[in-house]
Structures are given as structure tokens and as C-alpha cells.
């Protein structure tokens, strides 16, 4: 049994389009943009709607709740290995993340993960998922 280890996070690039998302982390909610034109979710959070063009769109929360779509465990690329995944959220949109927690060998595509944060370099909560522990 290898539990997933923990690593240095970098700090992220706060600017006033993100400064909601990462006030928000510090909270423990993760958001999402979600279009008011045409009701879809969108990631990685941009002003405009990659699905209708819209600029009407919003910070929503997400459930935090998703499944794993991909997933690898990089164990060459420094002194800490780590397990980097796409994770497509209850919501419908698939993002970039990392996962914490778990076994190593019992990862595996298709299991759920919710969001949970670690304090990156700087302070700022990162948002990365864990095994659900529950369905
Ligand atoms: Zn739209």
C-alpha cells in the first residue's frame, strides 16, 4: 500500500477575474463559471462562454463531487512523486487537478473524488480531490 504523498504546491496568479475564485477556495467552496445565456458550465473559467459566445456568465459553486476521467502517477519528476488526474466534476466540466490522499494502487478511472485544499506556497487553498469515502 503506497499512500499518495504530499507536495509544494505553487502559488497561483491572483488578478481581479480570479480574485472571486481564490477568495472563494479559502472558504473551502470551489466555483465554476456557468453561462446565464445558455445555462452551461464551463472550465477553466474564462469572461466568455466557450459554448455561445456569451459574456454573461458567473461564479457558481460546484458540488465538489466528481469522477476521476484520468489519471498518472509521476514518481521521476522530482523528489516527491504525485498523482496528477482530470476530474470531471457532477457539473459536467473535466479539470486539471491533483489527487491527495487514497492508496496509489487503488486509484482508478471512474472513481469518485470530491475537492479538498491544501495551502499552497504563499498561503493561498489550492483545490485537489480525494477519494470519496462515500458514494
Ligand atoms: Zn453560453
Not at 496568479?13 to 479559502?26: E, H, L, Y
Not at 472558504?27 to 459574456?55: N, Q
Amino acid at each position: 500500500m503506497t499512500m499518495i504523498p504530499e507536495r509544494p504546491l505553487p502559488a497561483p496568479i491572483v488578478d481581479v477575474f480570479t480574485a472571486p475564485f481564490w477568495q472563494a477556495a479559502s472558504e473551502g467552496v470551489l466555483l465554476i463559471r456557468r453561462c446565464k445565456a445558455c445555462g452551461e458550465a464551463h472550465w477553466y473559467p474564462r469572461p466568455f462562454c466557450p459554448h455561445c459566445a456569451s459574456d454573461d456568465t458567473q461564479w457558481v459553486p460546484a458540488s465538489g463531487r466528481g469522477t476521476i476521467y484520468s489519471f498518472t502517477v509521476a514518481r521521476k519528476a522530482g523528489p516527491v512523486p504525485y498523482v496528477l488526474a482530470y476530474v470531471t466534476l457532477d457539473e459536467g466540466v473535466t479539470m486539471l487537478t491533483n489527487l491527495v490522499d487514497g492508496e496509489v494502487e487503488a486509484l482508478h478511472i471512474g472513481q469518485r473524488v470530491q475537492v479538498t485544499f491544501r495551502a499552497g506556497e504563499g498561503g493561498a487553498a489550492i483545490a485537489v480531490f480525494t477519494p470519496c469515502t462515500t458514494p
